[in-house]
Structure formats: C-alpha cells, structure tokens
C-alpha cells in the first residue's frame, strides 16, 4: 500500500480547511506545522492529537518525516518544536509580505501622513514585518523585524481580540504583562476589558503604552490564515481623535485590499488581482 493510501486509510477527521483535490498528507503535515506554531511553538503528541483529530500513529509518521527533514525537532523533553529549517522559508516569505504590502501602507501614509505598519503574531510576540515611514521630519520608526509584546501595542490588541479569550489568557501567563511605560496595562482583569472594547469597536489603540508619547491605532487583516494587522502610528499631538477617525476606515479598507490580494492563489497567473 502506498504512503498515500496509507494517509487516505488512517483514522480522525479531515484537516481544517481541507482544499477540494489537494493532497491529503502535504494538508495534514501543514496543519500540524500551524497547530504547533499556534502552541508557541513547542507542543507534545497528546496535544497535536487532540487539536487536529488524527490518530496518534498518522501523527507519529508525519512528525517523523518532518523530523527528518528538519521542519521539526524533537526537545529533550520529548516534545517537538518548529525546526531550524523553517528558519530559511520564513525569511523569505516575510520579506515577500513586505513586498506585497508595500502599496496598501504607501497609500495609508499619503491619506494620513502618518507612518504605518503591518505586523504579524508570531508565537507568544508581534513582529513588525513592514512600514512605510512617514515622510514628515519627525515621524514613528519601527524596525522591520522587531518583536514586540501584543499587550502594549495597538497591533497586539487587535490580533489578540480575535483570538479565543483561553488562548490569549494563555498567552499572557507565558509572557506576563511587563510594563514598558507608566500607562502600560498591566492588569489581566482590566486587560480583557480592553480586549472586550476592541472587539466591540473593532480596532486598537496604543496610547503611549509602548513608548511615550507615540499614539497608534490597529485593525486586523481578516480572513486569512496568517495573524496580521495594520496600523498607522505618529506623535501623539499629531495623532488627534480626528485623525484615528478618519485612520479606521482607511485601515479597515487596507486591510481588507490586503487580505484580498493575499488570498488569491499564485497560479492565478496574469488575471490576479493587481495591488
């Protein structure tokens, strides 16, 4: 019996997400790699097992072919963790995200003259992959590449308001809630009650909780797979409550631009959708 019939044999649900003629062990191995990254990153066999349905003999063959190839690893532990080579995908893909987000921030900055940012969640912190700067002499600069944590920032708030309220608390006990300024909110009580306001409202603001005296405000690029949001961010005396009002329906429009150009595949050849 071939690896496949094998894979199309074994027990448990199909994989979330499960693409019409697709291969079914590439969609397994990848939605253990996703679970896994959802985990931080670390996460033993019970838990792949109880997160994706499938039976703990499909699970052990995948992980033991990832193993081998270097996607993953297994820790002293006996737990198993994303693996160095995914280091070198990574790199390249955030790089290509910049790239393609690129236009949605330049037009962000034109609108409001502010400098705006895209970030991602990754693990338990936020990574800035992209910014366009304002052109303004004195303006927000973030490192691309910079990890931050999500409870300071705007665009942290927004990711972690679309997560499930378990898995953010989770989250915060493995980081804990460290202050960065004087206005950081560093209670979990009052933290969900700003979580609660921002799923209401649906967007984020960082009012000096990150630095002194940058304000920024967040939205999150819905309906895809990654955990992204956009933000745009300058001086606080710039970034007046005119200024975040007109900035949430640009961010809510570039956003979703973005997450229109994201989804569309890449063998869509010359009709895909233009940035």
């Not at 005396?237 to 595949?265: G, H, I, N």
Request: aromatic fraction near 4%; include cysteine; glycine fraction near 8%.
């Amino acid at each position: 019996m071939t690896e496949s019939n094998l894979d199309l044999a074994a027990d448990g649900p199909q994989p979330r997400g499960r693409v019409p003629g697709g291969v079914q062990s590439l969609e397994r191995a990848f939605e253990l790699l996703e679970i896994m990254a959802d985990a931080g990153g670390v996460i033993g066999l019970s838990r792949l097992a109880q997160e994706s349905g499938l039976a703990l003999p499909t699970i052990h063959r995948l992980i033991r072919t990832l193993v081998d190839l270097g996607y993953v690893r297994q820790e002293p532990s006996r737990q198993y963790s994303l693996g160095p080579r995914l280091i070198r995908l990574g790199d390249s893909a955030s790089h290509l995200l910049g790239t393609w987000s690129r236009p949605y921030l330049s037009r962000l900055v034109d609108a409001l003259g502010e400098s705006a940012n895209l970030a991602m969640l990754d693990g338990d912190r936020v990574v800035y992959v992209a910014q366009v700067q304002s052109r303004q002499s004195m303006r927000m600069f973030t490192e691309v590449g910079r990890r931050v944590y999500p409870h300071c920032t705007a665009v942290g708030k927004a990711l972690l308001a679309h997560l499930p309220p378990i898995d953010v608390h989770t989250l915060l006990e493995r980081t804990g809630m460290p202050a960065q300024t004087e206005h950081t909110i560093t209670e979990p009580r009052r933290f969900a009650e700003e979580i609660d306001r921002v799923r209401a409202q649906g967007y984020a603001m960082d009012d000096g909780e990150q630095e002194i005296g940058v304000r920024c405000v967040a939205v999150p690029v819905l309906g895809i797979a990654n955990r992204l949001a956009v933000s745009v961010s300058g001086p606080a005396p710039r970034m007046t409550p005119d200024v975040v009002e007109r900035a949430v329906p640009l961010l809510r429009q570039a956003a979703e631009d973005l997450a229109d150009e994201l989804s569309v595949p890449r063998s869509a050849g010359p009709d895909r959708i233009a940035g």
